[in-house]
């Protein structure tokens, strides 16, 4: 069984072997992952609603958690529970790989939260967006100040609207006539 190696620029890289694809799993991902030396697994981030656990099977690397890093070695484990917002990933500064057992669900409604790029990922909807500096009101651009279209209040509001518009155009003809008696001197 061959791994599926991957690289992203100079700082991202790992082999994988989908274990539990290769088994038929639907809900749970069982990946026996080769983090590569000199490399990172994946992006700093945290789960909403996926839970994790990785397993050191051989070799060394540094579990990154927030902004701090600690040692692993084989036998070592840790879990990562959804909604706990620790974002972690591992990095490997060793010139050996790592083997790693990576375990986690597998939810279709994921958001991923990558606190050092600040973005997003939307698994539901097939995107990854930016992280906003802060939330938006409920109603923020919602129509809340306008009445619901074909009620009473509504048609009152559209009556008052054309009247308005109607009285803007008579003052204009008004202004223009009385302008243009002055031009010719009948005021």
Request: hydrophobic share 35%; aromatic share 6%; net charge negative.
């Amino acid at each position: 069984m061959a791994f599926d190696r991957w690289q992203e620029g100079e700082r991202f890289g790992a082999a994988e072997i989908p274990l539990g694809d290769l088994g038929g799993a639907r809900d749970i991902g069982v990946n026996l992952v080769e983090l590569t030396p000199g490399r990172q697994s994946a992006p700093l981030h945290w789960h909403l609603r996926e839970e994790e656990h990785f397993y050191v099977l051989d070799g060394r690397c540094v579990l990154r958690v927030d902004d701090t890093r600690h040692v692993m070695g084989a036998g070592d484990y840790v879990c990562f529970p959804p909604a706990t917002r620790v974002a972690h990933c591992f990095e490997n500064p060793y010139d050996e790989p790592c083997r790693l057992l990576a375990i986690g669900s597998r939810v279709p409604d994921e958001i991923a939260v990558y606190p050092d790029s600040r973005k997003m990922k939307l698994r539901a909807l097939g995107m990854i967006v930016p992280l906003p500096d802060e939330g938006l009101d409920y109603w923020h651009g919602e129509p809340a100040h306008e009445a619901l279209p074909g009620t009473a209040v509504a048609r009152e509001r559209e009556r008052v609207r054309k009247a308005e518009i109607e009285a803007e155009r008579e003052q204009q003809v008004d202004d223009e006539l009385t302008a243009m008696k002055k031009r010719l001197g009948l005021v």
